[in-house]
């Protein structure tokens, strides 16, 4: 009997084999056909990303990094950064400050024409920057309560009127899309009131059009599943012979997948969030190499200092040396660095190489675990660990950490969370877990923006800040700081930031992460790939119009 | 079924008790899959009640990370080979058993009897107004797949298998309900329910005693039958990601993570895999048995 | 005549259970913790934006209130817009229900065809190879989970044998057929895109197998059962010794009558179907409704999640519906 069941069994998925072998014939070759959306090959000079959509497509709500480098190589923006980070004019040929610090005057250039023909004009500037104010989405928040409001006051002249002072105004500019004013109110939805006079403000249209300037202008849209863009054949800036023709972005996140087009070529640069497993396999394909850009993102794990234990400055210090950061930067983001301190070493004014000040210490945590007011009652607490469900590698931190910590007595409890359930939890701090994992990432590329946007006040109960600090120290030290003109006395103030937020330890700072790509390191030339150090601005890496295909 | 008890009351209460047990066994083992199914229950108890005993690595169970032997392929020392984080996957199979048995017996134990007390009210009131709203308002749960259910009122709470646990409950009772309103208003009119009424014994008695008893079979076969679909639920519902949390083993997590490591470390998604189809075949083919044994006439 | 009078009642009463499943689901929907204008405009958006956002959706107003309005624009066809997409639900089910659809009716068809074919065959070889075979994968199947029949599959196919692709609905280097009917192989067919089609067709062999697997052994199960039940009948054995062919008495007298049991069941299934696509469309990442709102689940995207699972709703009523009117058809003694 059982002799005849396992004949039967295996019989049939023989015959099953057979059968699927059968009418399977050759795996999905690619190559030969000729595609819709641009082609395959190298010598089409296209240029195929994979990332996570649906696409934010109007670059005044957009905020996540492949929203974001669309932004880059579809529209313009008053101020340019080069790969590491150093503002450069762009749409803007000079600007001037008032005395008092309340108004910039931006001078633009007269040669820009949008896809559609029309000229770019200041106005188109002002509209710009009163329509993100106004939607209040994506990246407002940069100019939200610092910026009063835009307007042009000749053809190529723009004035942004400030409620406050604000040093770093211009480094943020690189955030401004510069949209075509005529065309998006010729396309507002005028059954929707939401904006008054405005309608829509062009919302709905902006969603799957563009209405840019920049080197590539969309060809073709489904928010859901891929973006094909191409050339602008009229852009301002010279076109080099070799650069993309045009790019494509599809909906891709199967690891599976990823490794296969990416070994016929079908794929040229995937996104930044394959698992380090897959990167390893990408790192051995023949004319496939990792990028390792340093962009300033640190891999932090936030502390709640309003919920105990981890309200006692001495038991977080003691979770600090607790955590053993050499294990996650050899096995579980192997080729990556440790984190210093609050800022990374890739923003201007950071200090983390000074500080350091957290390392792997037993003895240590438990010397600070001592001095903390919980020492006697470790029993009664069970922390919170929440770490984003889409992270695979995350779970591996937190395991890290609640292997360390059992050993002294103190129970974590790890839960994989939905990013959109995280952004809930911090609304208040009692939803707020004991630790967040979270790697938050920036916008313009001083010391500043991340202290401002990690660790003040403003930004408590957002996914930026699971600390709830609630520092008015702190928050004096920043302000004061993104007010200060001078350059030099401006680093020393986020020095002086930093410092003080080392000695506070609301998190720990586990490690610096590099952007990590795969692409076709063999096919073409993609200069911020090979720059060790990256511009801090989320997006800027996927910067198409000057990579370089070779012959 | 009840009746049949009077024939045998020449006999003592033990033989009566041991000729019944008896009889019981040979209506369950008539079909031989019905033991192998009671055998392989009664593994799988054993191994999560001795989990300590008989996991290789009970520290690997809990908080534990070892990199420096992950991704182990199955050798000696570790027969199921190791996880990304250094596991070993035997210990981690052998602990997720008990998970599996307390989903299964929870959601269970706690949809029968709301399920019962629901389809028991409406078969007792079938064709007044109380028995219409019950049974509409099962409709209404049953006009869903209960998974697609599940996952929708899991989304409510933080990923915990307790929370996936109640879960699946809310999308499971109906069944008992629609189950039980069945044979209860089939005895409904028998000449029992209805002398008892005549001679004015209580509503609750009559619920209770009269009609109650007469379903329990039907109960109990449903019972049994369900334990491995329940299981095979909650394991769904890990898979996606709404049940236990690391670094508390789960067949449905464990797979749900190993199967992206595929095909290098296949032994990380194929021995959970099979774990979760010896603990299902086990129950069902038990149910089978249970299910003869109950329902069965004299043989 | 008293068949159409039942129709109709169910049809009427499915209307009841629709609303109140709206209002349950709907529920569901509103109790799910986090601010949905945080979850729409991304954490960074503005006070004022957030506040504007949930004056314009009426999410400040009470719960009977936001229900009214909910239901008024449901009734028009309009659920509101995922926060996921941006797009209106409606138009993103558009997109997404297609290829489930298609997906399941593959699934049904390898379950109609295969479960009455290999039933068929076992009835007539009781006891043989196959027999058995069927007997130990229709055990097999109802303990294992569709998603591991799909990874299972997967990791034969797609590593070991590689000869089907791995994921999605078409190849990216083949271009889409043009949108008729929105099923892909009906399409590639109607526009003569042969290429398209095979490339589709291999796309829906490993999902549509993992679906319909634990289908197929049980209806063969059931159909070679009943069969031999009605094989033993004394009208058979007349048939057989009156000279009427054997394969035609199979087919004409005994499938025909044997076929009500598992049809019911085969639709069963497919309804069930309708829940498991949830895990094997995540499994392929099979562009489908369910995988769409898998990931609305995930995200607490409302809209999405109340839009399709009304969706959902609808077809498995309509499925249960169908399945009471097709077994009476089969078999006259179901009298509706």
């Not at chain 1, 630790?435 to 006040?457: F, Q, R």
């Amino acid at each position: 009997m059982k002799k005849k069941t396992i004949a039967s069994v295996l019989s049939l998925f023989m015959a099953a084999a057979l059968l699927l072998s059968g009418c399977g014939g050759t795996p999905t070759s690619s190559g030969s056909q000729t595609q819709s959306q641009g082609g395959t090959a190298a010598q089409d000079q296209w240029i195929n990303v994979n990332a996570s959509l649906p696409l934010n497509y109007d670059p005044a709500s957009g905020s996540s990094s492949i929203d974001l480098s669309i932004v880059f190589n579809v529209y313009d923006t008053l101020v340019f950064t080069e790969i590491d980070g150093t503002v450069i004019p762009h749409v803007a040929t000079d600007w001037e400050v008032s005395p008092d610090g309340l108004t910039y005057t931006f001078h633009i250039r007269d040669d820009i024409t949008f896809h559609d023909g029309s000229k770019l004009e200041a106005s188109d500037v002002a509209f710009s920057m009163n329509r993100a104010l106004t939607i209040g989405e994506g990246l407002a928040y940069l100019w939200d309560g610092y910026v009063d409001y835009a307007e042009a006051t000749d053809p190529t002249t723009v004035v942004f009127h400030m409620k406050s002072t604000y040093a770093v105004f211009v480094s943020t500019l690189v955030r401004l899309a510069v949209l075509n004013e005529e065309l998006v109110m010729a396309n507002v939805d005028t059954s929707d009131t939401t904006y008054g006079d405005k309608y829509d403000y062009g919302k709905k249209w902006l969603s799957t059009h563009d209405a840019g300037s920049g080197p590539y202008m969309t060809k073709e849209i489904s928010v859901t599943d891929y973006v094909t863009c191409e050339r602008f054949d009229d852009y301002w800036m010279e076109w080099e012979a070799n650069a993309p023709k045009g790019f494509t972005v599809r909906a891709i996140n199967e690891a599976a997948t990823i490794r296969t087009m990416m070994s016929n070529g079908e794929l040229s640069i995937t996104d930044e969030w394959q698992t380090q497993d897959t990167l390893n396999a990408l790192g051995e394909l023949d004319g496939v190499d990792v990028t390792n850009m340093y962009t300033g993102v640190v891999m932090c794990m936030e502390m709640n200092t309003k919920k105990a234990p981890t309200d006692d400055i001495h038991f977080r210090k003691a979770l600090a040396y607790l955590f053993d950061y050499e294990t996650a930067y050899t096995y579980i983001y192997a080729g990556t660095k440790k984190a210093g301190g609050p800022v990374s070493t890739a923003y201007q004014g950071s200090i983390a190489d000074e500080l350091n000040t957290y390392s792997y210490n037993v003895e240590k945590a438990k010397e600070e675990l001592a001095k903390s007011k919980y020492a006697n009652n470790l029993g009664d607490y069970a922390l919170e660990l929440h770490y984003s469900a889409d992270v695979k590698d995350e779970e591996d931190l937190a395991l890290i950490l609640q292997s360390a910590a059992a050993e002294l007595g103190i129970k974590i409890n790890i839960t994989a969370t939905p990013f959109a359930t995280l952004i809930a939890e911090a609304a208040t701090p009692e939803t707020t877990a004991h630790i967040t994992i979270m790697a938050p990432s920036d916008s313009y590329s001083e010391a500043g923006s991340v202290l401002k946007l990690h660790y003040h006040s403003s930004t408590a109960g957002t996914f930026t800040q699971f600390e709830w600090l609630l520092d008015e120290e702190l928050d004096r030290m920043i302000d004061t700081a993104l007010a200060e003109s001078n350059y030099d006395l401006r680093m020393e103030m986020y020095a002086q930031a930093q410092k003080y937020l080392d000695e506070l330890c609301p998190t720990i700072w586990v490690i610096e992460q590099p952007e990590q790509r795969g692409y076709q390191s063999g096919t073409f030339y993609w200069p911020e790939a090979e720059a060790e150090v990256n511009a801090p601005i989320m997006g800027r890496s996927l910067y198409f119009r000057t990579i370089q295909f070779y012959d | 079924m009840g009746k049949t008890e009077r024939k045998t009351r020449t006999l003592t209460r033990g033989q009566a008790r041991m000729d019944k047990v008896k009889r019981s066994w040979y209506r369950f083992s008539r079909n031989k899959m019905s033991v192998v199914g009671l055998v392989g229950v009664i593994f799988v108890v054993l191994v999560a009640i001795f989990q300590d005993v008989l996991a290789p690595y009970p520290e690997h169970a809990q908080a534990y990370t070892n990199y420096a032997a992950m991704k182990l392929a199955p050798c000696a020392e570790y027969l199921f080979g190791t996880d990304g984080t250094g596991r070993d996957v035997l210990s981690r199979v052998i602990f997720s058993f008990r998970n599996a048995l307390i989903m299964g017996v929870g959601v269970i134990c706690v949809a029968a009897p709301i399920g019962v007390v629901f389809g028991l009210l409406a078969g007792y009131y079938k064709g007044k107004w109380i028995s219409t709203v019950i049974m509409r308002v099962v409709d209404i749960f049953l006009s869903l797949p209960s998974l697609v259910l599940a996952l929708a009122v899991s989304a409510l709470f933080s990923p915990t298998l307790f929370h996936s646990m109640m879960a699946i409950t809310f999308s499971w009772w109906a069944w008992y309900a629609r189950l039980v309103y069945g044979s209860a208003a089939s005895v409904r009119n028998e000449y029992f329910v209805k002398s008892a009424e005549l001679i004015g014994a209580s509503r609750a008695h009559i619920i209770l005693r009269e009609i109650l008893p007469n379903c329990w079979s039907t109960i109990l076969t449903k019972m049994t039958m369900d334990m491995g679909v329940v299981i095979l639920m909650g394991s769904t519902l890990s898979f996606v990601g709404l049940g236990a949390q690391p670094p508390q083993p789960d067949l449905g997590t464990m797979i749900a993570d190993g199967y992206k490591l595929l095909p290098e470390c296949w032994w990380l998604t194929i021995f959970p895999a099979l774990a979760i189809m010896l603990i299902v075949l086990a129950f069902n083919l038990f149910g089978d048995g249970i299910s003869d044994m109950l329902n069965s006439k004299e043989a | 005549m008293s068949g159409a009078k039942y129709i109709v009642r169910r049809l009427l009463w499915s209307l009841v259970v629709l609303f109140g499943l709206s209002i349950l689901i709907f529920c569901i929907a509103r109790i799910i913790p986090g601010d949905t204008a945080t979850m729409a405009l991304g954490s960074t958006a503005t006070e004022e934006a957030k506040e504007l956002y949930r004056e314009t959706h009426h999410l400040n107003d009470p719960f009977i209130k936001q229900y009214a309005y909910w239901i008024t624009d449901a009734l028009q066809g309009n659920f509101g817009e995922s926060t996921q997409t941006k797009q209106p639900v409606v138009e993103d089910i558009k997109t997404f229900l297609p290829a489930t659809l298609e997906l399941i009716l593959f699934a049904a068809i390898l379950e109609i065809v295969g479960g009455i074919g290999l039933g068929v065959a076992c009835a007539r070889r009781a006891g043989g190879v196959l027999d058995n075979s069927i007997r130990v994968v229709s055990y097999l199947g109802i303990a294992t989970p569709s998603y591991v029949w799909a990874i299972f599959f997967m990791l034969i196919f797609c590593y070991w044998v590689p000869v089907l692709p791995t994921i999605g609905r078409i190849s990216a280097s083949v271009a889409a057929p043009a949108s008729i009917t929105g099923f892909y192989l009906i399409d590639s067919l109607l526009t003569g895109n042969f290429t398209a089609f095979w490339d589709v067709l291999k796309h829906l062999v490993m999902p549509g197998t993992a679906l319909a697997l634990t289908g197929i052994a049980q209806s063969a199960r059931i159909t070679r059962s009943s069969m031999l039940d009605n094989m033993s009948k004394d009208f058979v054995g007349a048939e057989i010794s009156s000279g009427i062919p054997m394969r035609k008495v199979m087919w004409q007298y005994v499938l025909r009558p044997s076929a009500a049991p598992s049809v019911s069941i085969i639709a069963l299934d497919i309804a069930a179907m309708l829940g498991n696509a949830f895990v094997v469309e995540q499994v392929f990442s099979y562009p489908g409704v369910s995988k769409y709102c898998l990931n609305a689940i995930l995200n607490k995207d409302l809209n999405a999640i109340v839009g399709v699972v009304m969706v959902i709703g609808v077809s498995f009523l309509v499925v249960n519906i169908l399945v009471d009117i097709i077994s009476a058809f089969l078999d006259p003694r179901n009298r509706l």
